[in-house]
């Protein structure tokens, strides 16, 4: 099992940003994908998911309204559209594999994506 996330940087509040997590190593049109974060200093948190076909998506509410998670199945990728960043979005940005879950379903995790809100 493999995860690469990509797509962060340093932005100012209130852009856009589109993270990328690639996976591999696993069948993962049958698996529900999550998006986490773990702030400096914080325990890791979950930030959204999507089912399998990308019909059903669960969000924490500190980013509802404003990240979008989407998945494409032949590319075995999953997005996080954020926009309306704030302060308190920076953190490193993981994706494991389950539904909603605190753990995520694979013990193997990938580097992350650092993303910094800062004016």
């Known amino acids: 099992v493999q995860f690469v996330e990509s797509g962060g940087g340093l932005v100012q509040p209130g852009g856009s940003l589109r993270l990328s997590c690639a996976a591999s190593g696993f069948t993962f049109s049958t698996y529900g994908m999550t998006w986490y974060r773990q702030a400096p200093g914080k325990e890791r948190e979950l930030v959204a998911a999507?089912?399998?076909?990308?019909?059903?998506?669960k969000y924490a509410d500190s980013v509802k309204g404003r990240f979008i998670i989407s998945r494409n199945n032949v590319e075995k990728t999953i997005y996080l559209q954020m926009n309306s960043r704030k302060l308190e979005d920076t953190a490193v940005y993981y994706c494991?594999?389950?539904?909603?879950?605190?753990?995520?379903?694979?013990?193997?995790w990938g580097q992350g994506t650092q993303v910094t809100v800062s004016s």
């Open positions: 999507i089912g399998c076909t990308g019909g059903y998506t």
């Open positions: 494991n594999g389950g539904f909603w879950l605190g753990r995520g379903i694979f013990d193997y």
